[in-house]
């Protein structure tokens, strides 16, 4: 191996023995790449540490590593940070693939362009267009960013649309995995995920702070990265303090916008991020199996945090779509049957759709 290669890929695995083989797999296939994958066992419970460890000792461009407790994978990945030697750096989850030729495709553009962050289209696993139809947000074209202001929409855009219809939707994604990042722009800039125990939404203010500190970003229209809806995941299954983290999250954003000296406009983005955490977090636990008493209890129990009233005082509804606007107000008002029927009125007419 070389002493610097080009890539380093960062796996935070835990307890994922059904897949890792394939993940490492796939992001050794190209041997044009010189590159390096590190895996960072988060205290796995299963063979996940064992099945890396053998991969490793047939592939010296492998690395294990292992976490003496399980944070999550933010904290998982910065410590694969901290061993990275590769001019460039990407994540990729344990339970995902890399597509065929991505690294080489990512690479080539970001040489083409002097580009700190590189970044293509995401697949969803598991049918016969995995590879052909991106999923939300598509990359239509292939595309360079260097202007201050387009690297300004394009970090903001990573949270949610903007809420003035005159500014362009710059969201091309917020997947640290369907990029690459230059690693010494990281350093100089202190980017890392964050080192709370299992925090959510780490990727997006990554991407925020990644793309605040690049000077150079491109997209381009081939999809590198396959991702695996997991029901089990973190953004699926209905822990009790899952929308608490989620909002966090959105706190976080906005005091990112705030301390970069960002208009206070540019604030709107991360507040719109905390509505459509709501949405989607008040989705999973109301369509949950969970009783409806526990799910009265739980709903009631989320209306203290701050982060709802100040979405509600500040943000401009009007710029929410009639579902959207009904449904949020109908959560932060304390309308809970009001949600609950909006709720199952949404997945019914999705159900329709198919």
Known sequence: MNASPRLSVIIAAWNASDFI?????????????????????????????????????ADGRVKVLRMERNGGPGIARNRGFEHARGEYVTFLDADDRVAPGAYSRLLSFADEHDLDISRGNMGKLGGP????????????????????????LMALSTMAPPADASERNLNYGASAGSAIFRRDMLIRAGVVFSEVPHAISEDIIYCYQALRASARAGVCTQVVYLYRQNPMSRSHYPAPDLMTRGLDAARTLHGLILADGLPPKDALYALRYGIDIIRSFSKNFLLSGMSLGEKRRWYRAQLADPMIAQCRRDYPMESLSAMHRAAFKSFAGGHFMRLLMLTYARELLRILKK
Do not use: N, Q, W, Y
């Open 21 to 57: 083989r394939e993940a490492i797999g796939s992001a050794l296939s190209d041997p044009s790449v010189d590159l390096e994958v590190i895996v960072v066992d988060d205290k796995s419970t299963d063979d996940t540490a064992r099945i890396c460890e053998e991969i490793a000792a």
């Open 129 to 152: 267009d995995e590879l052909t139809v991106p999923i939300h947000p598509v990359i239509p074209s292939e595309e360079v960013f260097s202007s201050p202001d387009d690297l300004r």
